[in-house]
């Protein structure tokens, strides 16, 4: 048997977490982007920095990160990205998630 979660769970999740009266904690104990955890050095000079809280993941060859994304234009948003099949470096998919994260935040 397996354990699977699909991208709509986990916006179930955080969305819930996000109504939720424990939202700051919540906040509080995920990586914030360029700032602290797993995101401490991600996306730095880029519009997603300071703006992305999320939690990555890996199995082989899937690749996950799901949190809050800080908008100009939506305010906060829940967002969950999941790569399956992925069989390049980590660098690019780190750069290719910063492209992706930045353009929600600057739209």
């Known amino acids: 048997q397996y354990d699977r979660i699909t991208p709509h769970d986990l916006l ?3 969305q ?3 109504k939720s009266s424990d939202r700051n904690i919540v906040l509080d104990a995920l990586p914030q982007s ?3 955890g797993t ?3 991600a996306y ?5 920095e300071r703006n992305v809280f999320a939690k990555t993941g890996s199995i082989s060859h899937v690749r996950t990160i799901s949190g809050f994304l800080r908008t100009r234009r939506h305010g906060t948003v829940t967002f969950s990205f999941m790569l399956d099949d ?5 660098d690019a998919l780190a750069k290719l ?4 994260l ?3 935040i600057r739209d």
């Open 12 to 14: 179930t999740i955080l």
């Open 16 to 18: 819930n977490d996000w």
């Open 34 to 36: 360029g700032v602290r």
């Open 39 to 41: 995101l401490k050095t």
């Open 44 to 48: 730095v000079g880029t519009p997603a």
């Open 86 to 90: 992925w069989i390049e470096d980590a």
């Open 97 to 100: 998630r910063g492209d992706i």
């Open 102 to 104: 930045s353009r929600f």
